[in-house]
């Protein structure tokens, strides 16, 4: 069973860097195929694919935030995070870390999902 747990900060003022971490437990993110997701909500909108890291630890970005989004892991910790830099009101959302079993499906649906973190960016 796959589990996924946001961590970070809850409010981050205007500027500055929005840094958040998902710890995985029950699969490695090493593993074949996997991909390691970051979703994002605002509040009355919907979701907003941001990034992901594969098992390989290639990464890819939404173009709209790819200039101010890194995602980044740490195996030894079996953890990925984000980084979204120079935030702003608009940064505001509910941040999602999620995972696909296998890129070789054609779905974009994760498969599993973390709770959600609600990060607040003001001053």
């Known amino acids: 069973q796959v589990r996924l747990q946001e961590s970070g900060p809850g409010l981050v003022k205007p500027s500055q860097t929005l840094s958040l971490t998902c710890t995985v437990s029950?699969?490695?993110?090493?593993?074949?195929?996997?991909?390691w997701v970051w979703i994002r909500q605002p509040p009355g909108k919907g979701l907003e694919w941001m990034g992901v890291?594969?098992?390989?630890?290639?990464?890819h970005y939404s173009s709209s935030l790819k200039s101010r989004t890194s995602i980044s892991r740490d195996t030894s910790k079996n953890q990925f995070s984000l980084q979204l830099s120079s935030v702003t009101p608009e940064d505001t959302a509910v941040y999602y870390c999620?995972?696909?079993?296998?890129?070789?499906?054609?779905?974009?649906?994760?498969?599993?999902w973390g709770q959600g973190t609600q990060v607040t960016v003001s001053s």
């Open positions: 029950g699969d490695s993110i090493t593993t074949d195929y996997h991909a």
């Open positions: 999620a995972a696909r079993r296998s890129i070789l499906v054609p779905t974009t649906t994760p498969d599993y």
């Open positions: 890291i594969t098992s390989d630890g290639a990464t």
